[in-house]
């Protein structure tokens, strides 16, 4: 977004706490914004009827009507349905923040505020909001453009059939436009939630790894301790082989052999659960990396290794199949210059439909096969992701990657995961994604991506 577009958004920020109020306005206010303030819900709701803003930055727990409430209001009345709110939250609250996206808020920041954080998700959904109103402006000309032709139509049909031809290649052009645009607005919805969610799961990964790290550092620290004491009663036990009866009793109740033998057990088995966790922080870490902006070379088995570390749970066996064996020939791939994010959710995609193949039939040994290697020349990267399911039509594969085509129930698919890997992988890496596949011999999607940008 310019920062002469900025200086043209309005944004009105409803906080009941003055000093958060006038923080976060002062810092919008700096960004070139213009800046209303409300300390509650009703009086925002009637400051937004003489004063409609671009945005509303909504704080959720507040005296009187809280911030669901006030969304509601707001979201309820044709003239102000249309602005886009974003809720504000502490840390400490307990909020149900789908309760909020039902309602209609487009996000969520969390107290204490970073400000480049509230920034950037202000201008992204400003960016939505603007861009939301070109559509519309759009297709209503489209839409007066075509009513027009039907009326003109009507009344040249006796014109000759070399201006018919012209009039059909015009509503191609435009139905051509029409798909265009569908797809770019698709995308950018796409690549917002995308970018949301890989915030989300870097937060956690970041969250996990804290008390992880924390726990491992003390085990070390407590195995010693438990060596020590254990020694140190093994001198007791040597020096006063008859300490008495109420200790001999009380030896025997704890079962103090079994206790021995088994902590130093507990300990090593304490150790390796906290390694499990650390190991699914840092593929969480990998999986959502923000280089949306840079190119930068990435191991490739990485990124495959931390998507399929997501998916482990699909893979087990369900009460209809075994578990899904999961085969994995890697080459000798050098590191790839690329988005890795984007390159991971393309293999998030394909990978989850191989599982969603298999899970439509029951099977004795249900396999996806992972390959990768090098070209000749070792200037192409090429990944080979297999599955043993039951196939795609011809009818259906010719159209796999057209955007909101899907073959999924309502509800399970959206139609753009595989139109969005391509769209990555051809035109953000200047590679190719292909699907070989027949009915009855699985699918087979094939990626090569450049070494060097």
Known sequence: MSAESSEKSILLIVDDNPVNLGAIADFLDEAGFEVLVARDGESAIQKVKYAQPDLILLDVMMPGI???ETCYKLKSDPSTKDIPVIFMTSLSDRVDKVKGLNLGAVDYITKPFQQDEVLA???????????TKIMQQQNLLLKREVEDRVAAEISLQKLTQELEKRVEERTSELKQTMQELQQAQSYLVHKEKMSALGQLVAGVAHEINNPVSFIAGNLSHAEGYIKSLIEHLSLYQQKFPEPGEEIESHAEKIELGYLIEDLPNLISSLKTGTDRIHQISVSLRNFSRADTTVKVSVNIHEGIDSTLLILKHRLKAKANRPPIQMIKEYGELPPVECYAGQ????????????????????YGNPTIRIRTEVSQNKD?????????????APEVKARIFEPLFTTKAVGKGTGLGLSISRQIVVEKHGGDLSCISAPGQGTEFVITLPVKS
């Open 121 to 131: 998700r202000v201008k992204s959904q400003l960016k939505l909001y603007n861009l």
């Open 66 to 68: 809280d911030g669901f």
């Open 343 to 362: 390159i991971n959710q393309v293999f998030m995609n394909i990978i989850a439909n191989a599982i969603d193949a298999i899970e439509e039939m029951e």
């Open 380 to 392: 192409i990267a090429v990944i080979r992701i297999q599955d043993n399911g039951m196939g795609i």
